[in-house]
């Protein structure tokens, strides 16, 4: 089979696995805060490393290819109240610890971190800073919006530590710009890559994506090659996620007809993949890419490269806090998730109240599956098929289906995913997903390919 016939064949609904089980499939009936509590309290007793996401939700303009958690707003008062909520909910947090926890990972997100001003940014992270122990061997970063992200933006959170910026590029292409609602010229970009450089950031990554309305090959080549240019560390080249109705009108912004579907999508993606490559990058895990001297490629040589609600990752702490409206955060054996709605988010903190209002509590299939989704993301293989047959002994006829067309090869204990078969790494990874229904009806997920 061609790989023409291959993304027909494989091109449906399915999860990215930033998670397992992922959102939609929480048991929330059988979750209580009190129980969270408690998974958060025990992880924190076998590992006292955590990490950090925080969802900073506003931005200025609403971008139409954008899935996230966000409001619309020019009104920058928004700022001090949110900020002081996010302390707030942090020392909830501090309240479950014996002893200070030690921070190895911190991502702001959003949204829009850099709608926030050095100031308001410099008070949410000294404040927990101050409550915490910074390890020699730290990632703290942020994703920074090119046509706002400033010096002072910039030097604040270095001086603070951080040593990652993500800047979101998407595409250069003035008509896909438009399409999206993300006009931003390549100089502009350029000015605050080189700014990032010179602080002293030793990681920068540019954010693109595949798959937008309008794009061709041409279009993906000249993003390519500027993008190039500018010689950042890492890549992501991310499939769009065309997921309107869960967004509404945000995803509604251009005619689906607009859109490279199937083949025509991948194809992007593998023009985009050869070009990278070819410029010394290395593909690293699903849509990311990375030199060599980078830390996300050495941690996938050293098969240290993990995958949580931040994306790929090169820490493996076991707490995961999220901070902010609508964040996720993970214990060893759960997962809770903040209120969605802001006006909600803010007024609980303001009465001292925790946030969380849903989450999933892990059965022992649950955590197996969890670790073999994660191998196959980050590693493209697993060594758990023996105990996980116990739990679904027809795993093996399942898997091989994909082994028939050429995309992996398996034995009683092992499965590879081959280079060919990378592109559907998301559907091998949902033939261990006890959760999936078939018959569903209402759409939830994107397009695998």
Known sequence: MNMKELIQKYDVAGPRYTSYPTVPAWNISEFNLQDWQIDIKNTFKEDQ????????????????????????????????????????????????????????????G??????????QLKKLISGILDTVTIPDIHHYGFEGHPMNTSEEHLQTL????????????????????????????????????????????TSISHDLVYGLPFQTPASIKETVSKTLSLNPDRLSFYSYAHVPWIKGNGQRGF?????????????????????????????VG?????????????????????RN??????????????????????????YAQNDKN???????????????????????????????????????????LIEYSTYDADIYHKLEGFKVDGLMTFDNQIAKVNEKGRAFVR???????????????????SRTI
């Not at 959003?110 to 100031?119: R, V």
């Not at 980078?294 to 941690?299: N, P, T, V």
């Not at 559907?427 to 997920?445: C, G, T, V, Y």
Request: some cysteine.
């Open 309 to 334: 609600f931040m994306g790929y990752t090169t820490e493996s702490a076991k707490n995961l806090i999220g901070l902010g409206v609508s964040s996720i955060g993970n214990g060893n054996r759960s």
């Open 158 to 201: 270095y001086d603070l530590g951080f040593n990652r910026v993500s800047f979101g590029v998407q595409d250069y292409d003035s008509k896909v710009q438009k399409a999206i609602h993300r006009v931003q010229p390549f100089e502009k970009v350029k000015e605050v890559t080189e700014l990032a450089r010179r602080i002293g950031y």
């Open 255 to 283: 005619s689906e007809d607009d859109l490279p579907l199937g083949n025509n999508k991948r194809a992007l993606y593998e023009l985009g993949k050869e070009l990278f490559e070819l410029a010394g990058y290395q593909e």
């Open 286 to 306: 699903m849509d990311h890419f990375a030199k060599p001297s980078d830390s996300l490629f050495k941690a996938r040589e050293q098969r240290e490269l993990h």
């Open 49 to 108: 490393s955590i990490g950090i996401y925080i969802h900073l939700p506003y931005c200025e303009s609403l971008c139409t290819f954008c899935a996230c958690h966000k409001h619309i707003t020019i009104n920058h008062k928004v700022e001090e109240p949110y900020i002081s909520a996010l302390l707030k909910e942090w020392q909830l947090y501090l309240s479950l610890f014996t002893r200070k926890p030690i921070l190895k990972e911190l991502h702001l």
């Open 342 to 384: 802001l006006k909600s988010y803010l007024q609980k903190l303001e009465n001292g109240q925790w946030p969380v209002i849903k989450g999933h509590l892990l059965t022992d299939r649950e955590v197996l599956t969890r670790d073999i989704i994660e191998d196959l993301m980050c590693h493209f293989q697993t060594d758990k």
């Open 110 to 119: 959003g949204g829009t971190p850099s709608f926030f001003s050095p100031k």
């Open 427 to 445: 559907n091998i990874a949902m033939l261990f997903d006890s959760h999936l229904n078939e018959s569903e009806k209402k759409p939830i997920f």
